[in-house]
């Protein structure tokens, strides 16, 4: 989620007139306490960069979760060529079909910089809890258009962030999906990181979907949470640009504003304590009212 170039633009967003017939998951099945419980468990296992005994943990914690779902569960294990040498790396998905034959995509990543002390609370922690409580609460719902949960693996730069050294699992599952045709069937594909700050204030990122992009912040609105989402502009590269390069609609939630001036971004300072329930439950009803305008 790294060279962010603060960008100043105004567009002006039209009215969308969608007619609403289907009706999944609604916001009030998800719960920001129950992801704030869920990243703190994560949180607990310490360090987590790729290839890591602790990383191990959290797989087993993410799987464990998983299984008491109804929900079809895949892994995507490769050996991914860093300056450190190789790196085993694990993406895994969970599958809520749907009967459409298309796909909306939810993913983040859950590994952590490899930092003496870095147990990214908010940056790793908070996208690995999101996902784990979004996944219960589209369990109960039935389906338009089947929705894929991603958590990735290797989004941190191994030493220092480059177009080779970053983004490992998005970069190795676009390329599989492009390979299976899996990526005609994405119509969205949300990437969410470091959304759990206490002063949660979202810009609108310039590399993705402007269409989608403008969706997500009107239903913000229409949810009362405008504040959290904010009208100026900051490029990010994150877990979304592959998938976005290959012509998928494709955003990234981030706030890329963690602490004063950003400064508890990759420092030991990035802690559950700076984290609030309430910014996930702010995500949660975005995402899930998202999904069911995209689903209509």
């Keep these: 989620m790294h060279r962010p170039q603060s960008l100043n633009l105004s567009i002006k967003v039209a009215g969308l007139l969608l007619t609403l017939t289907f009706s999944p998951a609604t916001c009030a099945d998800f719960s920001g306490q129950r992801a704030f419980d869920l990243t703190r468990k994560a949180v607990s296992f310490g360090e987590r960069p790729s290839g890591s005994e602790a990383i191990a943990k959290t797989q087993f914690f993410i799987l464990s979760q998983l299984k008491k779902l109804k929900c079809q569960i895949t892994e995507d294990a490769f050996t991914a060529e860093t300056p450190a040498g190789p790196a085993p790396m694990r993406n895994i998905m969970a599958t809520f079909p749907g009967t459409s034959g298309r796909m909306i995509v939810v993913s983040g990543h859950y590994d952590t910089k490899q930092m003496v002390g870095f147990v990214g609370a908010n940056d790793g922690g908070s996208s690995t809890g999101f996902l784990l409580e979004l996944a219960r609460a589209l369990n109960r719902a039935p389906r338009k258009h089947s929705v894929v949960i991603v958590f990735f693996d290797g989004e941190e730069a191994v030493k220092d962030w480059s177009e080779t050294d970053s983004l490992y699992g998005s970069r190795h599952l676009a390329m599989k999906w492009e390979a299976d045709q899996t990526l005609h069937k994405i119509n969205a594909l949300i990437n969410v990181d470091m959304i759990g700050d206490a002063n949660l204030d979202l810009q609108r990122n310039p590399n993705g979907s402007q269409t989608l992009t403008r969706l997500i912040w009107e239903v913000a609105a229409e949810k009362g949470h405008q504040q959290n989402f904010l009208g100026d502009y900051v490029a990010i590269e ?18 890329f504003n963690f602490g004063p001036f950003n400064s508890h971004w990759h420092t030991v300072a990035d802690t559950m304590d700076k984290l609030s329930p309430k910014s996930f439950q702010v995500i949660g009803d975005v995402i899930l009212g998202t999904i069911f305008r995209l689903e209509n």
């Design 238 to 255: 994150d877990d979304h640009i592959p998938f976005y390069r290959r012509g998928v609609s494709a955003v990234d939630l981030i706030d």
